[in-house]
């Protein structure tokens, strides 16, 4: 599960793109991708137009889905939470409340890029954010799909390895 604030740009971008990565590694049946946010201020609402717009325009198939907020059953029910940023993971480790292991599988999204700077446990993730792409212009989706796109290898390395010890 992939999440944002508002589960209109960076969450549902990541899920497109991951769904995408997923299929083309052959993992696309045997694993579930969905997004979330924090906030029920989007409640109901598609994608972002712009996000669409440049899911498109990058090859990305747009699926029809609406915005809704994380619940504490989705944690339960995910083996791995991909936050957006570092307000992201702090609040779905609180809603994991005093279940440690649901709150471990809490990560950053972009500490599966290679390249994004590494994080040493207990230094502050907020290195790792997604921004926010809503306040910007285009380019600001652009540098969001380039930052999802740059993880996403690593989330489906991840994702494989976990299957494989799964038989």
Do not use: K
């Not at 137009?49 to 059953?73: D, F, I, K």
């Not at 285009?138 to 930052?147: A, I, T």
Request: charged share 30%; with cysteine; glycine share 8%.
């Amino acid at each position: 599960m992939t999440v944002c604030t508002g589960n209109i740009c960076r969450s549902p971008m990541a899920e497109v793109v991951l769904r995408d990565r997923l299929d083309a590694a052959g993992l696309g049946d045997r694993v579930v991708v969905h997004s979330t946010g924090i906030s029920d201020e989007e409640h109901g609402n598609p994608i972002d137009r712009r996000a669409q717009a440049v899911l498109r325009e990058h090859g990305y198939p747009v699926p029809e889905r609406e915005a809704r907020q994380v619940r504490p059953t989705d944690l339960t029910a995910s083996d791995l939470v991909l936050a957006m940023t570092s307000v992201h993971a702090h609040a779905l480790r609180r809603l994991a409340g005093a279940d440690r292991r649901v709150a471990e599988r809490v990560r950053m999204y972009r500490s599966f890029d290679p390249a994004a700077p590494q994080v040493d446990p207990g230094a502050p993730e907020h290195v790792l954010d997604i921004d926010d792409p809503w306040y910007g212009g285009r380019e600001d989706f652009e540098v969001c799909l380039e930052q999802i796109e740059a993880a996403a290898d690593g989330v489906v390395a991840r994702v494989r390895a976990e299957l494989d010890t799964r038989g």
